[in-house]
């Protein structure tokens, strides 16, 4: 099962869940409990889902019925299985008889993902029941689960019952399919740059990869909650470049920007709106669209939208790093900004009646350092009563902003100080432009700040190329308090091993894109999952594969992850009587047991231990 908290919930101090289900319903569960105070030393038990094997014998005839039919309508089984026997009933024995059984592939491909099944069977005066063994290939590679049917034709001497199919799903066991193995590049910055949720929860990533767990996604996925992919989202062959911003729209469209010239195939200038779906939004009309990179989007109240960049062009109309769209994607007019020569966009947001753009000045007979965070109009005139001295003529990048609902602003980047007072990398402003002193980072971050989002409680998670926080380790993502100091109770241990790009608040946990492959030492390639106290959310023991056979050997083999303890038990009833038979602290993906099955039932369950502050 997975075990889903909130830590925004205190209550129960221990928990403990016991629930069952029996094959062939085992995947899915989900139960969602209370999890205890944040300063509270805590444990939890991940329990699988348990299996019930059994070995079944002749069942009695009845003489009237004369019928064939599956004994149940649906299965799952592991890519691993090697064999799935398919169990069909009979109820009159006292004659021969003849049926076909045929395989069909629904999603799954014949001779791809299972060996087909095309014949006929003869049944001799008395035989009651009979295994079909449907053969399922087995390959290294990534997918999503898979399904085909067996279909009852051809009856000879007596009639199909119900029901006269099955369904077999299969599902993929892989071990990179887990939730946070995320997203793998090959460009030189490879990785996940930024990530937004929709009305359901699911998570779109936007970045530099080609692939996430195996399978091709150029540079936009969407997962489920759960970690795999979204099969509802389909780009086609995606942007043609790296994507750098996102915004889901209120009915779930999004909004994709960044250095693409095209989406699946069709022009689009470094800016294009996907339905839900992934499909092009064609009702979206960029024209050319911008002439270079869009780093920044934000969808404003009334319907249009706030670009900014390094782009000198939109549509073929001069605009300056900044400009904002109609709602169907053409230019607004009505809006003129005009940035310094040696000025390089990164973001702009609302504030106001007005629109703030932040960036960076580089070497220039203009340089000049209140010219990297810039305040305009409604028609884009500069308002000059806004002046920002942001760091020094050697850095002075700002790349993150915050517009806060009492209209201070709060910034993020690289820079030393603001309006000549220390302040590393992360400040906030009163909403004329001076610094807010009671807003204090302390040492602040000794590296590039790339982001910062506020969550609701309003505190600040920020991402980055940092190390340190206030002189603290916090490698790549910290939070801070609401004053800016640093929040000591959300520790991601080791931090990530690479630069993280985007953090957000996900509902019941936070969500983090970057170009990492570890974070706080587990393997997560370019997104993973942390809870509310930077503590990496553990993906959960999962069986890959199981092969029971009546009178042979059970072969088990679990998806585990390095450096956890894992206990194996098992039961001659799910009520009770409980034994380990393994108990594993160990360094690889996966573990194994086997043991010899004498025909009653057995039950199993994996469980996983951890400790968490």
């Not at 289900?21 to 805590?42: F, H, Y």
């Not at 982001?451 to 998670?461: E, H, M, N, S, Y």
């Amino acid at each position: 099962m997975t075990l889903k908290t909130n830590p925004r919930v205190n209550g129960a101090r221990r928990c403990h869940f016991p629930t069952a289900w029996c094959l062939p319903d085992w995947s899915g569960r989900i139960r969602r409990v209370p999890t205890p105070i944040a300063a509270m030393t805590w444990q939890a038990k991940l329990l699988l889902p348990v299996l019930a094997l059994c070995v079944m014998g002749s069942l009695p005839a009845a003489a009237q019925s004369g019928s064939i039919r599956f004994a149940r309508a649906s299965l799952t089984a592991s890519e691993g299985v090697g064999v799935v026997l398919i169990e069909l009933e009979r109820t009159s024995s006292n004659a021969g008889a003849k049926i076909t059984f045929q395989t069909a592939g629904i999603t799954a491909v014949s001779g791809t993902d299972f060996h087909p099944i095309s014949e006929t069977h003869t049944f001799p005066a008395g035989q009651t029941n009979l295994s079909l063994a449907l053969q399922i290939l087995d390959n290294p590679q990534f997918q999503t689960d898979r399904a085909l049917r067996i279909t009852l034709s051809n009856p000879v001497d007596l009639t199909i019952g119900s029901p006269g199919e099955i369904t077999i799903t299969i599902a993929d066991n892989d071990e990179v399919d887990r939730p946070g193995s995320g997203a793998a590049g090959t460009n030189l910055v490879s990785g996940a740059f930024t990530l937004a949720t929709n009305s359901t929860g699911a998570i779109t990533l936007g970045g530099s990869f080609r692939t996430y767990n195996g399978e091709l996604r150029s540079h936009l996925a969407r997962i489920l909650p759960s970690g795999g992919l979204d099969p509802g989202f389909d780009a086609g062959t995606g942007p043609n470049d790296r994507v750098w911003a996102l915004a889901v729209e209120a009915d779930d469209d999004l909004l994709i920007a960044g250095d693409f010239t095209s989406v699946d195939g069709q022009p689009r200038g470094r800016i294009a709106r996907l339905h839900n779906s992934g499909t092009i939004d064609t009702s979206f009309a960029p024209g050319t669209g911008a002439n270079r990179l869009i780093e920044s989007i934000e969808l404003l109240p009334d319907g249009r939208i706030l670009i900014a960049g390094f782009f000198t062009t939109y549509n073929g109309t001069a605009r300056s790093d900044v400009a904002i769209l109609q709602p169907t994607g053409t230019l607004d007019t009505s809006f003129n900004a005009v940035t310094p020569p040696s000025f390089v966009g990164h973001v702009a947001r609302k504030h106001g009646d007005h629109y703030l753009v932040g960036g960076e000045v580089g070497f220039g007979i203009d340089a000049n350092v209140t010219n990297a965070l810039m305040r305009f109009d409604a028609a884009g005139v500069r308002d000059t009563t806004f002046q920002v001295s942001i760091g020094d003529i050697a850095l002075n990048r700002v790349s993150g902003i915050i517009v806060q609902p009492d209209q201070k602003i709060v910034i993020c980047g690289d820079f030393l100080g603001v309006n000549g007072q220390p302040s590393s990398s992360v400040a906030r402003l009163n909403p004329n432009g001076t610094l807010d002193s009671s807003f204090n980072v302390g040492l602040g971050a000794d590296n590039w700040v790339f982001r910062i989002t506020r969550q609701v409680d309003g505190k600040f998670l920020i991402a980055g190329f940092f190390q340190n926080v206030d002189g603290k380790a916090r490698a790549g993502i910290a939070r801070l308090n609401a004053n800016g100091s640093l929040d000591e109770s959300f520790h991601p241990g080791s931090g990530a091993d690479d630069v993280v790009y985007h953090a957000i608040d996900g509902g019941d946990r936070l969500l983090v894109a970057g170009g990492f492959s570890t974070l706080d030492g587990y393997d997560r390639f370019g997104f993973a999952e942390l809870d509310f106290n930077g503590a990496l959310r553990t993906e959960p023991v999962r069986f890959l594969q199981f092969s029971p056979a009546p009178g042979a050997a059970l072969n088990l083999k679990l998806a585990v992850e390095p450096g956890r303890n894992y206990r194996l038990l098992t039961s001659p009833a799910v009520t009770g009587g409980w034994s380990a038979v393994l108990t594993n602290r160990t360094a690889r993906r996966s573990i194994e047991w086997s043991q010899p099955l004498a025909g009653s039932p057995l039950f199993l369950r994996a469980e996983q231990e951890f400790e968490a502050p």
